[in-house]
């Protein structure tokens, strides 16, 4: 929608605009939302029943909120989803280097324009998109960027020294009326976080002996990792105290709710099934559950994502120098995800040297959970006994969908591949090599058949 064409404050009373407080706002649109059934956290899967509900009860109660939890929960994107809960368009005083409000003006330099102007004073109309402001927490993070100092080019103007007007506002005076998110809080200094607490509490800013009542109305929200308050620094006790929510994330609990995010936020350059997204999910929840990995640092959504991306990656490089009509993963590109993906992860320090061992164990077990969970009640006897009287399958990272398909025993009047085919949803080569090669794989994994892998070849039998 367009922005409004109110040009000035008289037009703007004439239309009967009312103002509202920031938390007014946000409390209003997420009312309205969820009276009319919409979901105000759209792309956010497998905390609707415990972190949604906090955050809600939280910004209906006005309060500045801190997210903690381990690295890859969500942490970002649930904060820059509160930019939905803003109104679409806001008026602001025409030129005002903080925003206000044509009502509320709250700079030395916005209230001698109202004077001056009266009703003639400029409206302009800010987006809510610009109503966001978001700074990752550095050590080198100084007040000036957050709060603000003297800007000495005012002062070489001829200002004196004392005149507010030669004050640089930092990030969060400018996102007045606005909600600003710091990342990594505990990673700010202790003194700049002291530097905060007056905005916070008593919305009041001291720079260099300044002091300037301006009723900023900020929503602060933060994010951190749990083990920073150990690691690199922590929340000091004041700055925590004047947050008003303080809530944990975690990892999706549901395997749908893991693929739903993978599906989500994966660019995939070619055709990656369900059933390997599946175990690509499967994958990430074992490490997540394993005693060889710190889990301190946690095991991050980033590495599904990275791994559905890698397995696709393969599929495409398959496909063109196979000269494939269809880019489809497989089985077998699951270790190309293995081979780039160890680094993402934080093992134990007592698992030097084991670090390939563990990942590949995990893997499979990745494997056979999703062969019986997809291929459960498939009789795959006939293709054992075809093996077991000799036959071989060969397989592997640049063997077509076609050629392995062709190289399949024959298994006489059965359906057996025409079942596992439709189970897995399987339509075109490249989709059926996927799923009998899954059916293979969990054969293996079963122990009913060998397999041996070398040179990038992979022979069943």
Known sequence: MAAPTIATLGELRAAGHVQKPLRTEIRDNLLAKLRAGDDPW???????DTVIPQLERALIAGHDI???????????????????????????????????????????????????????????????????????????????????DVDPMKVAEGRSLGDPETIHFGLIPRSHRGIVAINELPDLAERIQVAMLNVMEERDIQIRGYILRLPLDVLVVASANPEDYTNRGRIITPLKDRFGAEIRTHYPREL???????????????DVPDHLLEILARFTRNLRESSAVDQRSGVSARFSIAGAETVAAAALHRATVQDEPEA??????????????????????????REQEILTHLLRTATAETVRARLRGIDLAL?????????????????????????????????????????????????RAGAIELALEGLYLARRIGKDSAGGETVYG
């Open 383 to 431: 293709l054992v006994d075809a093996i077991e009287d000799g036959r071989m399958i060969t397989t592997g990272a640049q063997v077509s969908g076609r050629e392995f398909l062709a190289g399949l025993p024959v298994l006489g009047e059965s359906e057996l591949y025409d079942d596992v085919c439709e189970r897995l949803g399987a339509s075109n080569d490249g989709q």
């Open 66 to 148: 801190v997210l903690l939890g381990e690295r890859g929960q969500g942490k970002t994107r649930l904060l820059r989803t509160l930019v939905g809960l803003l109104d679409e368009w806001t008026p602001v005083i025409g030129g005002s280097e903080l925003g206000e409000h044509p009502y509320d003006p709250v700079t030395h330099e916005s209230k001698r324009r109202a004077l001056e102007l009266g009703d003639h004073l400029p409206v302009a109309w800010r987006h809510r998109s610009e109503r966001y402001a978001e700074k990752l927490a550095t050590p080198d993070t100084s007040v000036a960027d957050l709060i603000g």
């Open 42 to 48: 759209p792309g956010l899967h497998g905390l609707e």
């Open 328 to 353: 489809v993963a497989r089985v077998v590109d699951l270790d190309s995800a293995v081979d780039v993906l160890g680094g993402k992860i934080e093992f134990e320090s007592g698992e030097e040297g």
């Open 256 to 270: 749908e709710a893991e693929m739903a995010v993978i599906r989500q936020e994966a660019e995939l350059v070619a």
